[in-house]
């Protein structure tokens, strides 16, 4: 069981280095082009969404919070991917990370999209409010 954790650590760690944004970014926008991205950068999310659910299975909880950073600078509006590392965070118990990762994904939103997260994601920020105000109390 150690040399299973061990192994999917180290495969967390080479995953959070392997994206490393869109495939040839300094090239045309050519139709062909933009559909290698959109499919790499597709697979590259799932992967790190079953990352997320491999978290505790872990010997380094902070691998798969690591590899869901990386893939969050990549694509700073995924709000799946925010709502993994929110996920993550609170696994770890640290919903003060969860709610900063909130703070920056709304404002990617707002920026790029010019739009508020969904209402999946506010569900999730206002979970980890109640859990940061119990902790207060």
Request: no cysteine; glycine share 6%; proline share 5%.
């Amino acid at each position: 069981a150690g040399g299973d954790r061990n192994r999917l650590t180290l495969a967390l760690g080479r995953l959070a280095g392997a994206y490393r944004g869109p495939v040839l970014a300094g090239e045309r926008d050519a139709p062909w082009l933009l559909m290698a991205r959109a499919q790499l950068a597709r697979n590259f999310r799932l992967a790190l969404m079953d990352a997320e659910t491999l978290l505790p299975q872990t010997d380094d909880p902070g691998a798969a919070i690591a590899a869901l950073e990386r893939a969050l600078q990549a694509e700073p509006a995924a709000e799946d991917l925010a709502r993994a590392l929110m996920r993550a965070h609170e696994r770890q118990g640290d919903p003060a990370a969860a709610l900063a990762v909130y703070s920056r994904t709304r404002a990617s939103l707002a920026q790029t999209l010019g739009i508020a997260p969904s209402a999946q994601t506010e569900a999730l920020r206002e979970h980890m409010l109640q859990l940061v105000q119990a902790r207060v109390v």
